[in-house]
T-cell receptor, first 117, second 111 residues
Framework: GAVVSQHPSWVICKSGTSVKIECRSLDFQATTMFWYRQFPKQSLMLMATSNEGSKATYEQGVEKDKFLINHASLTLSTLTVTSAHPEDSSFYIC?????????????FGPGTRLTVT | LAKTTQPISMDSYEGQEVNITCSHNNIATNDYITWYQQFPSQGPRFIIQ???TKVTNEVASLFIPADRKSSTLSLPRVSLSDTAVYYCLLGGGGATNKLIFGTGTLLAVQP
């Protein structure tokens, strides 16, 4: 099946710094990608929809100036956590639909564990 | 997107068949029903998807009654490696493909 990768798989950063997480669709093109956040023992929470060549759409309550999303190509979306704080420590996961606009089968990346100290 | 309700957790033993039911009373006409599996510290993995009646693939079956207000994921002869969280999600064939995850069901398989 289709493969979605994320980089890095884990990252530790100091409070106040920014961290960039990459999401790549390896063998298919994705005009849309999604970013989720998951806290320990909780479900995935959709943060935003990343659209190739246009602005991302953020879910209610997600600060767009803090979580910068760029989808510059059909295979790459990036999430930048700006001025990170310990409460931003979480598991960040991206996904991409297998065939846009047809079904809800999506391919998820392996996730990125962010720890802010 | 319509909400789904699943049991928080289930226990089973190796070799047993496990059925996880999901309620979705407000399912829309164009909603598909999709199940995902997630292991700790990994991204979710697609298991199966259906619209109505029964769907079967190499790992699971999905039963959907005529009114589509619920669905049941059936895992035949589970093993220890099936211990995971299982999510039931609804979605249509629209342009957004947005997925809203509910609480999921933590399936614990014991020897």
């Amino acid at each position: 099946g289709a493969v979605v990768s994320q980089h890095p798989s884990w990252v530790i950063c100091k409070s106040g710094t920014s961290v960039k997480i990459e999401c790549r669709s390896l063998d298919f093109q994705a005009t849309t990608m999604f970013w989720y956040r998951q806290f320990p023992k909780q479900s995935l929470m959709l943060m935003a929809t990343s659209n190739e060549g246009s602005k991302a759409t953020y879910e209610q309550g997600v600060e767009k100036d803090k979580f910068l999303i760029n989808h510059a190509s059909l295979t790459l979306s990036t999430l930048t956590v700006t001025s990170a704080h310990p409460e931003d420590s979480s598991f960040y996961i991206c996904s991409a639909p297998s065939v846009a606009g047809v079904t809800y089968e999506q391919y998820f990346g392996p996730g990125t564990r962010l720890t802010v100290t | 997107l319509a909400k789904t309700t699943q049991p928080i957790s289930m226990d089973s033993y190796e070799g047993q068949e496990v059925n996880i039911t999901c309620s979705h009373n407000n399912i829309a006409t164009n909603d598909y029903i999709t199940w995902y599996q997630q292991f700790p510290s990994q991204g979710p993995r697609f298991i199966i998807q259906g619209y109505k009646t029964k769907v079967t693939n190499e790992v699971a079956s999905l039963f959907i009654p005529a009114d589509r207000k619920s669905s049941t994921l059936s895992l035949p002869r589970v093993s220890l490696s099936d211990t995971a969280v299982y999510y039931c999600l609804l979605g249509g064939g629209g342009a957004t493909n947005k997925l809203i995850f509910g609480t999921g069901t933590l399936l614990a398989v014991q020897p």
